[in-house]
């Protein structure tokens, strides 16, 4: 069975610092893999996706993260964050067969200003 | 618009009583998910449903009931044999199970056992 292991729970960082969180999956067949973010006593949201092609993946407010099968990873960066960027983050996995999505148990980003 | 609605929002039970949680979504998708989230646990799979009259148990499913007589619906009955209800409670939709390209969420519904 899938897993998936976000290895930082929280990540402080000051205002405008660079982050990355921090994304393992366990499996080494091909996967989908995807970066969701919630605010607080809200939904999940989709925040960037990889399914193929490029491996590396951007979002329209300025994350990105990259695919690196060989290290079975797909690390979250962002080169400059803003306060608004404060919420916690999920890194999910399907195996492209017929299994819901797993998640990991999230990191927390907190930017301070 | 397009999406998933969960309701209530908030809701509270008391010891030994049943409750369903709502979930409703307008998109046309085959595939519906019942997840729990905790504080530092992540998102847990509860149930999960490919097609309707049918559902499969996730990770977590004692205490739990599902069913899917519509494809737009797939309500959540927590039970009294759920030991910690309480948590919030997250619904989502993809096309199917088997093109997973991405999952859609509702709001949440915070259940607190008083």
């Known amino acids: 069975a899938q897993s998936v292991t976000q290895l930082d729970s929280q990540v402080p960082v000051f205002e405008e610092a660079p982050v990355e969180l921090r994304c393992n999956y366990s499996?080494?067949?091909?996967?989908?893999l995807f970066w969701y973010v919630q605010y607080p006593n809200q939904g999940l949201q989709l925040l960037l996706k990889?399914?193929?092609?490029?491996?590396l993946v951007e979002s329209i407010n300025g994350f990105e993260a990259e695919f690196n099968k060989s290290q079975t990873s797909f690390h979250l960066r962002k080169p400059s964050v803003h306060i608004s960027d404060t919420a916690e983050y999920f890194c999910?996995?399907?195996?492209?067969?017929?299994?819901?999505?797993?998640f990991g148990k999230g990191t927390r980003l907190s930017v301070i200003a | 618009d397009g999406g998933i609605t969960q309701s209530p929002k908030y809701l509270f039970r008391k010891e030994g009583q049943n409750v369903t949680l709502s979930c409703e979504q307008n998109?046309?998708?085959?595939?519906m998910y019942w997840y729990r989230q905790d504080p530092g646990q992540g998102l847990r799979l509860i149930y999960y449903?490919?097609?309707?009259?049918?559902?499969q148990k996730g990770d977590i499913a004692e205490g739990y009931s599902v069913s899917r007589e519509k494809k737009e619906s797939f309500p959540l009955t927590v039970t009294s044999a759920q030991k910690n209800p309480t948590a919030f409670y997250l619904c989502?939709?993809?096309?199917?199970?088997?093109?997973?390209?991405?999952?859609?969420f509702g709001q949440g519904t915070r259940l607190t056992v008083v």
């Open positions: 989502a939709s993809s096309i199917s199970t088997g093109m997973n390209t991405e999952a859609f």
């Open positions: 499996s080494s067949v091909s996967v989908y």
């Open positions: 990889y399914l193929s092609g490029s491996t």
């Open positions: 999910a996995v399907s195996d492209r067969g017929n299994t819901p999505l797993v």
């Open positions: 998109l046309n998708h085959d595939a």
């Open positions: 449903s490919q097609i309707v009259n049918d559902f």
